[in-house]
């Protein structure tokens, strides 16, 4: 008996947190057009190009963080051209992949030699390849408004994670945004496609910007969003008539 009022109690539990965090979707914007921010992270270039024509089947424009610039290969670069010129936004997301927090205070590194070393470096390497990124997502998420300040001399906006059950936070409210908060939607982030569709329509009812972040696509591993996930999201922003933004276009 008491074992299954335990389980009783558990499951209580689980319906309560998750019908909390989907009530959390309220945050007025102010978008003309209502939107989604699709974004890419680390340095999986070939399996982005590879899902390219995916991606160009629904007319979808993405946002792709890159990483660890100075191991590309040459092929990987042309490739990055080639996806930056069917209209999607070539990012930063640092030279090491460090988490930048843990970087600055746990190891005792000045937020100077950060700039310098994960960001000043590699955005020059990237200049003189040709891409000019203006927004940024922090490894792992971590970051503080000291961080996102200096970043500021940088880039137009910082991406972090919503790691939170108040999923408005990955609601951009405007075009003016100077600090994004991802909702993931890779297998390890744990969110069902009704909260991600629960997302979607608060975007359309409140005149805001879903901000998702995932890594691969249609791999095995954790960070990974299926095919079948994303062709699922392409279907409900035609059918909500959301427009798809690139990370620039909402930042300040």
């Known amino acids: 008996m008491a074992k299954k009022i ?3 109690l558990c499951s209580l539990m689980v319906v309560i947190i998750v019908f909390s965090g989907c009530k959390k ?6 978008l003309n057009q209502q939107g989604i921010v699709l974004t890419f992270d680390d340095d999986r270039i070939d399996n982005w190009f590879k899902y ?15 990483c660890k610039y100075n191991r590309l290969t040459a092929d990987q670069k042309n490739k ?19 988490n930048t927090v843990d ?23 990237m200049n003189n390849d040709g891409f000019y990124p203006t927004t940024f997502a922090y490894p792992y998420g971590t970051h503080n408004a000291v961080i996102n300040k200096a970043l500021k001399r940088y880039f137009k906006s910082v991406r972090a994670l919503n790691g939170s059950y108040d999923y408005s936070k990955s609601l951009a409210s405007g075009e003016k945004n100077d600090v994004l908060y991802g909702f993931g939607i890779d297998k390890g982030s744990n969110h069902s496609d ?6 979607l329509e608060a975007a359309k009812s409140y005149n805001a910007c879903a901000v998702l972040v995932a890594h691969n696509i249609n791999t095995n591993g954790r960070l990974s969003v299926s095919k079948e996930r994303l062709l699922k999201i392409f279907s409900l922003v035609k059918s909500l008539g959301l427009k798809y933004y690139k990370a620039a276009e909402i930042s300040n």
């Open 6 to 8: 335990a389980g009783l």
């Open 25 to 30: 979707f309220k945050k007025e914007g102010s």
């Open 52 to 66: 390219l024509p995916l991606l160009d089947s629904a007319g979808a424009k993405a946002t792709f963080y890159v």
């Open 80 to 98: 990055l051209h080639i996806i930056q010129s069917h209209g999607h936004e070539i990012a930063y997301h640092t030279i090491s992949h460090y």
């Open 103 to 125: 970087y600055i205070y746990k190891y005792h590194h000045t937020i100077d030699e950060f700039i310098q070393k994960e960001i000043v470096c590699g955005l020059k390497m």
């Open 194 to 199: 009704v909260v991600l569709t629960q997302l």
